[in-house]
């Protein structure tokens, strides 16, 4: 059982605009930044949006985040088939003084 | 370039021990949080344990709180988690990570290294 709380799966058609929600509490979310991390089949986690919505270099701006209260949300847009992968969201827990993660949402381009 | 490069997996029983290393690169290891993170194949990603630059503040998850260490050597550039007691609930892939501080994003990850533990 994850301490953050996402969907499991999501899905779009190349070009549309796909939104991948993540919950959590005033511990986590309520107090710090969402992290998200996208993960490729067979290879480590890669940060993808962090500080709410700031992408590293490299990562294109069709990935977006926000984040109100205890939620938080990814959007992709301009859906391309290489987004198909698993989606994680993370934060800082004060309660358990450690990184918290969703279980994942896996995103399938059709 | 920032490389993090993961060894000491393997097939160990329940029961006994294993030492897993993250050999760091391409920035000043010294001034960096480390952090472990596992993930059971097929399923999520569960952080392990963080230690900040110079040691002096570690944490641990609850479920391997009493059994694992984790440890780094600055004048090395490594980072180590000393896994005792293994458990065949500690089977996964561990990865060691970077961030600027202990609630830092995690910026750079290792490859991985799976861990199975099983009579």
């Known amino acids: 059982q994850s301490v953050l709380t996402q969907p499991p799966s999501a899905s779009g058609t190349p070009g549309q605009r796909v939104t991948m929600s993540c919950s959590g509490s005033s511990s986590n979310l309520g107090s710090y930044p969402v992290t998200w991390y996208q993960q490729l089949p067979g290879t480590a986690p890669k940060l993808l949006i962090y500080s709410n919505n700031q992408r590293p270099s490299g990562v294109p701006d069709r990935f977006s985040g926000s984040q109100s209260g205890t939620s938080a949300s990814l959007a992709v847009s301009g859906l391309q088939s290489e987004d198909e992968a698993d989606y994680y969201c993370a934060a800082w827990d004060d309660s358990l003084t450690g990184w918290v993660f969703g279980g994942g949402t896996k995103l399938t381009v059709l | 370039e920032v490389h993090l490069v993961q060894s000491g997996g393997g097939l160990v029983q329940p029961g006994r021990s294993l030492r897993l290393s993250c050999a760091a690169s391409g920035f000043a290891f010294q001034d960096f949080a480390m952090h472990w993170v596992r993930q059971v194949p097929g399923k999520g990603l569960e952080w392990v344990s963080n230690?900040?630059?110079?040691?002096?503040?570690?944490d641990y998850a609850d479920s391997v709180k009493g059994r694992f260490t984790v440890s780094r050597d600055n004048s090395g550039n490594s980072l180590y988690l000393q896994m005792d007691s293994l458990r065949p609930d500690d089977t996964a892939f561990y990865y060691c990570a970077r961030s600027a501080g202990s609630f830092h994003p995690l910026d750079y990850w290792g490859q991985g290294t799976l861990v199975t533990v099983s009579s």
């Open positions: 230690i900040n630059w110079d040691s002096r503040d570690i």
